[in-house]
Structures are given as C-alpha cells and as structure tokens.
C-alpha cells in the first residue's frame, strides 16, 4: 500500500509518495500524521490519499504514526487543497493553519560546537554565534533565531560547518502539547469495609490524617485529585500511600480536558433562565428560509444584511439549535476575540457544556483540547475567531460568519487567506449552510447578493422597535472658528454632561491608540521616528511597566525608548507632543468631569489573557461611565445603557491612498454609531469630523447603507477594482532596499513578458513602487498590483524569488 503525504516544509508545495509499512497498514488512513523521511530530514507529513500505485519507483516507507485517529476530516483535506490552488499557498501551508499549534512542528538543524577554543576576531556575528553555542550548549536553528534578531547568522554558521568548527545535524522537535493527566484517588472498597478499618490504620500521630482522607473518598462517588484530598483533610501523599498499600484506596493518573470555559460554564449555570425572545416578522422569515435550506439537503451560502441591534445573533442561536437537533455541529466566527465573551455566555446559556473556544490568547494545552474534544464529537459548538473555521467537527451542518465585512477574517501574514470566503467554500464541501451576517457587508458581498451567488436575507428594523439613533455631525473647523481648540465640540460635551448626570452610559471612539501621534521639536521640526520603520513614534503614559515614564512606542514594530529631553537633531528643549490617541481621550474626560468612572479597551489594555471580558464585563456591569477605545467598540458590542457613542475624529484613514479606504471608514463609523440607542432608553451619536462633506461621513451620518453601496460601487467600476476586476499584491521584501527594487523590477519584467505573449489584453501591471509603509521593522517593502479578470493565473507556474503573493488583498498599502 502506499500513501500520497503532504510534508511540514516551508515553501515546498507539492505531494510526495511513500510506502506503507505493513505493521500500519491498517492504521493509516486519509488525513493521518505521520513522520517521514524527506532528503536528509526527518519530517511531520499529513496524508492526502491512500494510493495504488506510487508516481516514483521504490518509495521510502512512512517511519510512524503520530496519532492513531485522523488528525484532518475529509472536508478539511478538500478545502486545504481548495485553498492552496486558489491563494497560491504551499499546501503544507494552509494544513498547518488546521492543526493546533505545538502539534505541527517543522524540522530543523541542531549546531554543536565541534572546536571549543576556536576564535575569530574579525567577524562580531561569529564570535557571538560562538559564545553563544560556550555558553548555552548545542542549539537548534529557531532556537538561535531568538538571538540573532534582523541578522543573517546562517551563512556564518555554514562556513564554520566547513572548517569544521561546527557540527549540524537534522533533527525532528517532538510535539510541544500532549494530553495532561492528574492523579487521582479513588476508594477500592466498600464504604463499610473502609469504616471498619477506621481504627488500624497508623499511629497516634498519622491516625487522625489518613481516617479523614478515608471519610473524604468514602463521600467521592468518583476519582478525584490528590490535592483536593489534600486540602479538604490535610493529609499527604504518604498518608495515601499507606492506604493504598491496605488496599482501601486506589492511587492513579486519569486524563482531564483543559477546557478554557469551565469558569465561563459555571457562573452561566449560576445565573437565572435566559430570556426568551419573540422572534419578529422579518427574523422568523430569515429563519425559516435557513433552516429549510438545511433540511431539503440543498445547502446554500446566504447574506443577513441587519441594522444594527436588529437580532441576527437570535437567528444564529436558533439556526444552532436546528443543526445539533439532526445530529451536526456548528462553527459560529466573530470577527475579535473582543466578542467572544458575549457571544460565548449567549451560546452557553443555551448549549450548556457544548460549547469551545478558540482564539490565539488560550494557552497552547487549551487549544490542543479543544481541538481533541472537536474530533471526537464531544462539542456541538465551535466559537472564536479566524482560527476557529479550521476545529476538525466531524458532521458540520452550520456556518456563521459574524460582522462578515470585518478585515480580521482576512490573514495578514502569508499564508494569506479570507475566512470568509473559505467558510463559504468550507460550508459547501460539507453539505452545510454558511450564513454570513453584517450590518455593513463589504461591496463584493452585497454585489454576490445582488447577483445571486448569496442568498439576501433583510433584517431592516431593530428588534426592540427603537429607531437607529441620530447623529449629529460636527464640523470641527467651526469649533476652531469660535476658539475651541480642545478635542471634544461643545456638542459632545454637553451631551457628555447630560449622559453621566442620568446615570447612564457613554462611548467615546478614536481610531488610534495612544497619547500623542508624533512627537517633534518646535526649534528645528525634527520628527522622532522609529529606525526600524522610519514611521512617527507614539507617545504612551501609564501603559507600560514603568507606568510614570512616558514611553514612545512604534506601532509597527513595536519599538520603545523614553521620551528625550532634548532634540537629537539640534540639541534644543522645545520637544513637543502633537495628534491625538486614546489615552489622551481618556485624560481629557477625567480632567473635563473629575470621579467620572473610565475605562479604556485598546490594543495596551488588553495584551493579557481574559484583559477583554474583564472590561466588557466591568463595563456591562455599569461599573465605569465612559468607555473610551479604538476599532474593538465597533464589533457588534450589546450595551443597553449605552445612550451616547461620540466619534472623537471620524477621519482617521479616510485620506489613504487605498482604494478600499472609504469603505473601511463607512464600515466602522456605522458600526460604532450602532451601539448607541439598543433599548428603550434611546440614544444620540455625535461625530466630530474636518470632512464633513466627504461621502463615507455624510452615509454614515445618515444609516445609509445602501447609498453608500451604490456610490462606492460606481466608484470601483470607474476604477476597474473588485467587484468588477480581481487583483493580486506581490510584496517583495529585504533588508536591502536596493535588493527589495531590484527583485521587483525582475518580476515585473517576466510578467510583462507572460502577459504579452498570452495576450491578456484585460490584464493590467501597477508597479513596481515602494509600498505606502515602505521600511517596516527595518525590512524595505517594493509591490506590484496584478488587475485584471483572473491575474492568479498568471503566476501559477512562475516561479518569483523572495516574493509574497496575496490574491484579494484587503489593502493595498
């Protein structure tokens, strides 16, 4: 028998046979892991099908099975080749995305020290590879990465490997998660028989200690963790033993789940019956036509296109419970780990014990069981974001894409896909429904609807019959008219007055994080940027370990240093702070209206672990008046005493030089405006803006998706973009900016070429040019834009060195 094995090797794309040893010939099946042999290496490989007979003569035989059950379903094996062929991934890249992290692991080289006393002067990147191997002992390639950061370490360690200074040798990491165990006790006899030996069973001293770990089992209908037994009776691992040892207790490891949801569970169980809801017209019509697609077995792709507040999550829950009630699981994507919280205790409430999560916060044992748990069948419903599409369910029956339009569906760093569109694909290759849901769905998913590759389904009022809130828009070059010059109009600060005197709750919205957006000196207008990035540093106060410090920050890289104190460029003192971030909007509201409760939910605040639910849940709670943030309030957040949302400067990225810009501001400007008014109090947006005329601000202003549609979409069909035309990005980065122009100068010359002699008349080569971020973490960036009605095509078999191919980008910048 013989196997056709996807092999865990960067940039290598195709599929490699082998034969089957007899001794797991009957183990080995499509989807199983395996360990192969590839050139000098030992790899990770994922089979794709069993075969007759191999495209090589004499095969190499599989080395091993890493785990007896199929780590990929059918469905995931279709859609990573799915996938890989329309992204122009490696295929090994797209499996690895559907395996939890820890359990893929990628070979690699392990570097000894062969000659201690060996010197080299004359090289710094040689001598620290030396100390570094004295020191720490023989290390392996990644592990040598973590030291050598922005530094070509490698050819150095080459040469040393050819003088003989160095030894390598190849080398397989094992797996860095595994199922965990406990030990536990358990009582081996009768209640009676242990009562009867109460009193035998030590001296005066450990008497006392074993009979209450003895009366403590004799009440544990099952087995249970030895430090429970410790802490409920005081007694220790001797006292066990020597219980264990007369036979009245058995000692032993048992296997638990690292469920991330326990606590979750519990407090749902704790808190009353959720309330049941009445669906209205509109949701029972869009229900209806889900679920019948689902039972007439001809699954379809649909589009809830709801306002805001207009209760598409109700229609998700009830979807769910349809699906599990004829034996198949759900897989439910919010676009932030932000909503996860609230959407979790909504499914729980409902799917006591069904429920998992994934997301890249939860620790690596977390998500391997929750993945294992997947696999067998023992959850129902799958919750989290991106990574979440890819859990192994064994019978999906519903998809749901929640806030579809947002940019977190789409991977930022190769390998580029959109789960998105991959949950449509998915939910077809499974015979299940996708239901992709937004208020604001992208101009290419209303276009799809429009045109019938989507089923629209409408949801236009909200469901607690109070209208979307009005928004009055500000124009902020009167404001400086009439001598305000500070951050909030006399609109927004009225309003924010009369909010906290009701008691009731307020949002503050700026797209940008920190205190000041650059930091420059009056004397000379010297600029502090980052040398990595060559971007303006972001002034932070109170974010960082040293809390008092104030402390620039690079954004892209992640760059810090302290504010100087004088100019680096002219030595003068008049260094300045200009632009404005959240952490200021924060300061200005507890200096505007000391004791008001705040909170701020950005990026700095919500590094840790559970950092969101705890601000959600403190600001649900009415526990803060004010909730000050970025692009987070703007993802489907349900906050009933919210009356007031202010969008601080609603212009922020409206002015890229990104085809996709104004759609992107239109999209959270909406959004955010949504969250005001979601009960029978009511509520008001107030949006600060310098452009007030511009199209996306006066669409927002108004709720107006649908003119915005029809002028966004003008707008791209003058332009040739999506929908009307497909494009392709290649990045090409170095070091080296003259490398970085020279590799793109050389792809674009070969794709001239192939344009012309294949005559692709509709296809159209932007570039090369610097990218809009053209030096990032001290990597220069040139692209090309590929437009035309298939440009992926174009690179299918053309091999481009050191290039990053992205087919639909989100952003051209």
Request: one cysteine or more; hydrophobic letters at 40%.
């Amino acid at each position: 028998m013989f196997a056709r094995v996807a092999v865990n090797v960067s940039v290598i794309s195709g599929l490699f046979d082998y034969a089957i040893p007899n001794e797991l010939a009957l183990q080995i099946q499509a989807g199983s892991f395996v360990i192969v042999p590839f050139g000098k290496q030992t790899v990770q490989g994922i089979v794709t099908a069993l075969i007759d007979s191999p495209a090589v003569e004499n095969p190499k035989l599989i080395i091993d099975l890493l785990d007896p059950a199929p780590v990929l379903t059918q469905p995931q094996l279709a859609l990573a080749m799915l996938l890989a062929d329309s992204t122009l991934n490696p295929l090994a890249a797209i499996i690895s995305l559907m395996l939890p992290v820890g359990l893929s692991q990628q070979a690699d080289v392990n570097y000894e020290l062969r000659i201690t006393n060996y010197e080299d002067k004359t090289s710094t990147v040689t001598t620290r590879l030396l100390t570094l191997l004295r020191e720490r002992g023989p290390l392996r390639g990644r592990q040598i990465d973590s030291h050598f950061s922005r530094v070509d370490w490698r050819k150095t360690a080459q040469s040393l490997v050819k003088k003989g200074i160095l030894t390598t040798k190849h080398v397989l990491p094992p797996p860095r998660v595994r199922s965990k165990f406990v030990r536990v006790a358990q009582l081996s006899v009768t209640p009676e028989a242990a009562e009867a030996e109460m009193d035998s069973l030590g001296t005066k001293q450990t008497l006392a200690r074993r009979q209450s770990a003895l009366r403590f089992l004799i009440q544990q209908p099952e087995a249970i963790n030895l430090s429970w037994v410790y802490a409920e009776t005081g007694c220790n691992l001797a006292d066990l033993q020597e219980l264990e040892e007369r036979g009245l207790i058995r000692l032993f490891e048992n296997e638990i789940f690292r469920d991330s949801l326990e606590r979750t569970s519990k407090q749902v169980e704790q808190e009353t019956g959720t309330q049941a809801f009445e669906l209205t017209s509109e949701q029972t019509s869009a229900l209806e036509k889900i679920t019948h697609s689902s039972f007439i077995l001809q699954p379809s792709s649909f589009l809830l296109h709801g306002v805001t507040g207009s209760g598409k999550t109700e229609i998700y829950l009830r979807a769910a419970e349809e699906t599990i009630k004829r034996g198949k699981q759900a897989i439910i994507l919010v676009p932030e780990i932000a909503l996860t919280p609230q959407a979790v205790r909504r499914f729980l409430a409902r799917f006591p014990g069904q429920v998992g999560l994934i997301h890249s916060k939860l620790s690596e044992g977390e998500r391997y069981d929750t993945w294992r748990r997947a696999r067998s069948g023992k959850l129902k419903v799958i919750i989290g974001a991106r990574s979440a599409l890819f859990a192994p369910l064994p019978n999906i029956g519903l998809i749901v894409v929640d806030e579809c339009h947002d940019s977190s569906y789409h991977q930022g760093e190769p390998p580029f896909y959109n789960a998105a569109t991959a949950a449509q694909e998915y939910a077809r290759l499974c015979g299940a429904v996708c239901v992709l849901g937004s208020a604001t769905p992208t101009v290419e998913q209303r276009f799809a609807a429009e045109n019938g590759t989507l089923t629209k389904l409408t949801l236009p009022n909200r469901v607690t019959d109070s209208a979307l809130p009005p928004v009055q828009v500000v124009d902020m070059r009167e404001e400086l008219k009439t001598g305000n010059r500070g951050i909030f109009s006399r609109a927004l600060a009225e309003s924010l007055a009369e909010t906290i005197s009701r008691g009731e709750q307020a949002i503050l919205f700026l797209n940008r994080r920190g205190t000041a957006t650059y930091i420059f000196c009056r004397d000379c207008g010297f600029v502090l940027k980052c040398p990595n990035c060559d971007t303006p540093l972001t002034l932070h106060v109170g974010t960082f370990e040293r809390s008092n410090v104030p402390t620039l920050l690079c954004h892209h890289c992640g760059y810090t240093r302290q504010k100087p104190k004088t100019c680096p460029n002219c030595s003068g003192k008049q260094i300045r702070e200009y632009g404005l971030g959240s952490e200021k909007v924060e300061e200005e509201v507890q200096a505007m209206f000391p004791g008001v409760r705040t909170l701020r939910w950005d990026w700095d605040t919500t590094r840790h672990k559970d950092a969101h639910e705890m601000i959600l849940t403190h600001f649900a709670n009415h526990q803060a008046d004010v909730l000050v943030g970025t692009q987070m309030l703007s993802k489907g957040l349900d906050l009933p005493l919210v009356t007031l949302v202010g969008i601080v400067l609603a212009d922020v990225g409206l002015n890229l030089p990104d085809p996709f810009a104004s759609e992107k501001v239109f999209q959270t400007l909406t959004q955010v405006a949504g969250r005001a008014g979601r009960s029978s109090l009511g509520g008001k947006v107030v949006l600060q803006t310098f452009m007030p005329e511009h199209y996306a601000i006066q669409f927002a202003a108004g709720h107006d998706v649908n003119g915005f549609y029809e002028r966004e979409l003008d707008y791209r069909k003058q332009l040739g973009y999506p929908p009307f035309a497909k494009l392709v990005r290649l990045e090409f980065r170095d070091a080296d900016p003259l490398k970085a122009e020279s590799d793109s100068q050389k792809a674009a010359d070969k794709l001239k070429l192939r344009i012309e002699t294949e005559n692709r008349r509709q296809t159209e080569l932007i570039g090369p040019v610097p990218a809009f971020f053209s030096k990032v973490d001290g990597i220069h960036r040139w692209q090309i834009i590929l437009r035309g009605p298939d440009p992926a095509s174009l690179l299918r078999d053309l091999k481009l060195s050191d290039c990053r191919v992205e087919v639909d980008p989100i952003s051209l910048l």
